[in-house]
């Protein structure tokens, strides 16, 4: 086979692959032409006069630039092209009761700082949760306030319908609110008491048996209770407060257990002693008995049962966990 057929048979490989010139001149090598660079360049020049090289390979030895930057042109209208191909992933739209200060509106921060549309509902601190909302937008989220009592069913629906007007669905729904109306039951009201339950344990259940009706539709959801470690264990001056959220534990593993089939995972944080304004105001000396009894020598911050929340309310990680209670108590209750 002569030089000439040699190299024609070298383009026709090349065009199968899509190499450019530096093939072109490996090939002129294995014709045996010289290996010095100049005279490889005056070789090549005076055969391709007289051989046909395909007009891909013509541009391709002519401005090798060209086809680095086409290449990169190509991948990008490619990349392009997927990325648009791709739909987009709505931000995930929650509703946090009792949101205007303390444990609340730490969730309420951290969800929207993670990019979700966020209900701040509160029943009487209106500045407050207009902040949290204030705060929210400012990281870029979105944010609007509810007020409105949750243990009535009617303000219940109209949060609901509130949330699903402005953003269209619901994705998590975190019960939070609740009071507290302490004292030795020997000593306790029936009001003390009713207003307890009403709004801890029949207002969980009026907001997840609303927000469940959204969520079995979708057949995906996921609800965060906030009960307490008091629930647990009960606790001195707190009879109407413990059976409250003993009932909020109760009642999160028998909603997990019946809405499982439609993907909805329902869990409960239970809270211990976490730094809010209240115990602030303790003393010394009731502060030292409280730290006592708690294994890591210190309150928890809000900030932490928030983590502990988004975890459960956004984490894929999270979509195999149903039913649960997760202590955060710095080891009160092991």
């Known amino acids: 086979m002569g030089v ?31 290996s010095k660079p100049h005279r490889k360049i005056a070789h090549f020049r005076q055969l391709s006069s007289r051989i046909k090289v395909p007009h891909f390979l013509n541009l391709q030895c002519r401005s090798p630039s060209f086809s680095s930057s086409g290449i990169k ?11 648009e191909a791709m739909p987009k992933v709505e931000a995930p739209v929650v509703i946090v009761t009792g949101a205007s200060r ?8 951290s969800l929207g700082k993670a990019g979700c549309k966020v209900l701040v509902n ?31 069913e009617a303000d219940v629906e109209a949060m609901i319908k509130t949330a699903v007007d402005a953003w269209g669905t619901l994705d998590v729904l975190i019960n939070n609110a609740g009071i507290t109306r302490d004292g030795l039951l020997m000593r306790m009201k029936t009001s003390q008491w009713k207003e307890v339950i009403d709004l801890n344990l029949t207002g969980v259940f009026l907001c997840t048996q609303a927000a469940a009706k959204i969520m079995m539709k979708k057949k995906k959801g996921r609800i965060i209770n906030i009960a307490s470690v008091v629930g647990l264990t ?12 003993a009932g909020v534990i109760g009642f999160t ?12 995972n329902v869990n409960a944080v239970a809270p211990g002693f976490i730094a809010s304004d209240m115990t602030a105001k303790l003393g010394a000396d009731i502060e030292k ?26 984490n894929p990680a999270a979509g195999y966990i149903t039913g649960q209670v997760l202590t955060i108590d710095g080891g009160m209750v092991m």
């Open 234 to 245: 009960g606790n001195i001056g707190q009879a109407n407060y413990s059976a409250a959220k």
């Open 122 to 152: 509160y029943a009487r601190s209106s500045k407050e949760a207009e902040e949290v909302c204030k705060e929210i937008e400012t990281y870029g989220g979105q944010a609007l306030t509810f007020g409105g009592d949750v243990s009535k």
């Open 102 to 109: 303390g444990i609340g509106k730490a969730i309420a921060l």
């Open 73 to 83: 042109a190509h991948v990008a209208s490619i990349e392009q092209a997927n990325t």
């Open 253 to 264: 593993k028998t909603v997990a257990k019946e809405y499982s089939s439609r993907n909805i």
């Open 289 to 314: 008995k409280i730290l006592e009894i708690v294994p890591l020598g210190r309150y928890g911050q809000p900030e932490e049962v928030a983590g502990l929340v988004e975890f459960l309310a956004l």
């Open 4 to 34: 000439r057929e040699r190299i024609r048979e070298r383009v026709r490989e090349m065009g199968e692959t899509g190499m450019a010139a530096g093939s072109a001149i490996v090939s002129l090598n294995s014709a045996g032409i010289s």
